[in-house]
């Protein structure tokens, strides 16, 4: 029997370069509609995971982060998710700001 794979989309927030991880789906064409619907816009990268959890995939979105870029730093950098993406679509709007990326 073959493992599960979980679809998560990888984003960045255009104005602060925040990074951002959210679930996307079970299939790959389920995760591209979510992000084109959830992030309006704004570029994002579909990752297959073998997890589900958030904080599972959260660790090795960073560890890859790790091993492309060498630097701590940047792969400690702290994801938003789902509720600190809205949030931040609700400052936005209340700012005065297109979420038209």
């Known amino acids: 029997m073959g493992e599960r794979w979980y679809y998560w989309l ?7 370069g925040r990074p951002y991880l959210i679930y996307g789906g079970l299939t790959e064409d ?3 509609q979510k992000g084109l619907e959830m992030l309006g816009g704004i570029d994002f990268k579909i990752d297959k995971l073998r997890t ?3 904080a599972l995939a959260s660790s090795q979105v960073k560890g ?7 630097s701590l730093k940047k792969a400690s950098e702290r994801l938003g998710h789902t509720k600190s993406l809205k949030r ?5 709007r209340t ?3 297109s979420d038209s990326w």
């Open 88 to 92: 931040m679509k609700q400052k936005r």
């Open 52 to 54: 589900r959890n958030l």
């Open 10 to 16: 990888r984003a960045t927030e255009p104005d602060s």
């Open 95 to 97: 700012n005065g700001i």
């Open 64 to 70: 890859g982060k790790l091993e492309r870029t060498h």
């Open 30 to 32: 389920e995760a591209r």
